[in-house]
């Protein structure tokens, strides 16, 4: 939330093309309020509501990928 997050927020809906990648260490964060790692849901709406992203690349460690 320090590095680039805000300026994306910031310019959400007036960039043309956000594309984001999700790697391992972020995978394994938690989310505070549940103490559960986050879903891809969570994920997925944080990247295109607050950060307006068109496009996610996911690691290959993702979870749900592997299924």
């Known amino acids: ?15 043309s093309y956000v594309g984001l990648a999700v790697q391992e260490p972020t995978l394994t964060y938690r989310n505070p309020a549940t103490k559960k790692p986050f879903t891809r849901e969570e ?3 944080f990247a295109q509501d607050y950060l307006g992203a068109n496009v996610i690349f996911w690691s290959t460690a993702t979870p749900w990928l592997k299924k």
């Open 1 to 15: 939330m320090k590095n680039s997050y805000p300026f994306f927020n910031k310019y959400n809906g007036k960039l």
């Open 43 to 45: 994920f997925t709406a």
